[in-house]
């Protein structure tokens, strides 16, 4: 079995795992500085005397192709991670293992799952000093 495969879930499955977009956009971020470093470098070789110039355009150019590449991946990921949130937003009546975990009892999640969303509107009319006064009542 070789490395990539403990480390690579099977796609397109694993880009629904927040954790995993997250994981590959620091990959992508960091690997995306080093390629612009090296094309700087790159360039500034160019201008030595004597340097080789055919050779150091080539390097350049598949160093930027590679770049291109870097930055189409990490737009597709970053449109993965929003399409993935809207999801999980428009599906606010489905209750996940969190959720679970923390009811207590099997009449407690029919109670709240039987409950509409906390509206924007039910927000802003809350009194945070009376709800804190109730709650350290206990």
């Not at 629904?16 to 995306?32: D, P």
């Not at 930055?71 to 929003?82: G, I, V």
């Amino acid at each position: 079995m070789d490395a990539d495969n403990n480390n690579t879930p099977n796609l397109p499955e694993a880009l629904s795992s927040a954790e995993y977009r997250a994981r590959l956009t620091t990959k992508l971020n960091c690997l995306i500085a080093v390629l612009e470093v090296a094309i700087a470098k790159i360039s500034k070789s160019i201008d030595v005397p004597g340097a080789n110039e055919e050779r150091l355009q080539k390097i350049r150019s598949n160093l930027e192709n590679t770049l291109s590449i870097c930055h189409r991946a990490k737009q597709t990921l970053d449109r993965t991670a929003s399409k993935a949130t809207m999801t999980k937003t428009a599906d606010k009546h489905s209750m996940t293992a969190r959720d679970y975990v923390e009811l207590t009892s099997i009449d407690e999640y029919r109670k709240f799952r039987r409950m509409e969303p906390i509206t924007r509107e039910e927000l802003g009319s809350i009194n945070f000093d009376e709800l804190a006064r109730r709650l350290a009542e206990g």
